[in-house]
């Protein structure tokens, strides 16, 4: 019986103008791949290209995962099992971080096929990291309810939370709600919580601040359709 496929594990860039963020071994392993799940094909394909102009985008099997699109397990398996490896591929970062990449991990372990995480651009480390806030105690929660009552309870008990665990707290929003996710931010959390703001994280335009609520609320940024990070923390910072 042949040895299990690798599932390599490709991060992509988290700006398109951020090519320099992706270490250089990552180019040669892309190139002795041909199937690839990804998030977003329309963006695999240009960033494929960019990585190495003679990939031959049509040589390739693009296998969708994203939410409305589940990947095919099944087919993540028998190819694992012919033999072949799998490239996973995220619409910006790192894959199975925020996304859907963690089932095709999940197949490969359950046939103990060797999995391979790359070193390339991630947001949430990014953020943490020039945030100034707690990096030993954080939690990243993903997406926070869509309506105002729902979230603003839950802005309320992660504020709690980090005050009470001296705990970092994490989360993101579809771009085109980042201003109305500020607003309930500024809204729900006391004077003297730190928020910090990073978006376009390693792009030209990168922006990130920490400052306290009452600080933000002279001052809200324009941060509406930008990929962005909120972080929280309710702890005093030094």
């Not at 190495?52 to 398996?77: C, Q």
Request: proline share 8%; hydrophobic share 40%; with cysteine.
């Amino acid at each position: 019986m042949n040895a299990p496929g690798k599932v390599y594990l490709i991060p992509t860039v988290l700006s398109a103008d951020a090519l320099y963020s992706i270490p250089a071994y990552v180019t040669p392993i892309v190139k002795q791949l041909r199937v690839f799940y990804v998030e977003n094909e329309r963006t695999a394909r240009r960033y494929l290209k960019a990585l190495d102009r003679s990939i031959v985008i049509d040589d390739l099997r693009l296998l969708l995962m994203h939410e409305n699109h589940p990947p095919d397990l099944a087919l993540a398996k028998k190819l694992l099992l012919e033999g072949t490896d799998i490239g996973v591929i995220s619409e910006a970062g790192c894959p199975a971080i925020a996304d859907p990449g963690h089932l095709i991990v999940q197949v490969a372990h359950s046939i103990d096929a060797p999995v391979i995480p790359m070193i390339g651009p991630n947001s949430i480390l990014l953020a943490l990291m020039a945030s100034g806030m707690n990096g030993q105690n954080f939690q990243f929660v993903g997406y926070l309810p869509i309506k105002s009552p729902e979230r603003g309870k839950m802005i309320r008990e992660l504020e709690e939370i980090s005050g009470k665990k001296n705990q970092t707290q994490l989360f993101i929003e579809t771009p085109y709600r980042n201003n109305p996710m500020m607003r309930d931010i500024l809204d729900n959390c006391k004077d003297d919580t730190q928020v910090c703001i990073a978006a376009d994280i390693t792009a030209p335009t990168e922006y990130i601040k920490t400052k306290t609520v009452k600080e933000w609320k002279t001052a809200i940024p324009e941060i509406h359709k930008k990929p962005a990070i909120f972080l929280l923390y309710a702890a005093e910072i030094i």
